[in-house]
């Protein structure tokens, strides 16, 4: 099962890690897209970091899980 409304921090995503599958996360990646598209490089770096961040919130609510 995987869910994925509203999902905008590490927390969140962890919160959602711990009950389902999958944590999805579309409109605040696509808002970090949004809001560097003037400066392409920046828009990547931000995003690789946002991704990880999230990542890393999922990661620790499944450590022992």
Same mark, same amino acid.
């Given at each position: 099962?995987?869910?994925?409304? !509203?999902?905008?921090? /590490?927390? +969140?995503? &962890?919160?959602? %890690?711990? #009950?389902?599958?999958? &944590?999805?996360?579309?409109?605040?990646?696509? $808002?970090?897209?949004?809001?560097? #598209?003037? +400066? /392409?490089?920046?828009?990547? &770096? $931000?995003?690789? $970091?946002?991704?990880?961040? #999230?990542? %890393? !919130?999922?990661?620790?609510?499944?450590? !022992? %899980?």
């Amino acid at each position: 099962v995987a869910v994925g409304f !509203g999902i905008n921090t /590490p927390a +969140q995503a &962890a919160a959602v %890690a711990k #009950l389902a599958d999958a &944590a999805v996360v579309g409109t605040a990646v696509v $808002k970090v897209i949004a809001d560097n #598209l003037k +400066q /392409p490089a920046e828009a990547v &770096a $931000k995003t690789h $970091k946002f991704i990880a961040e #999230l990542a %890393a !919130g999922v990661r620790s609510a499944r450590v !022992g %899980a």
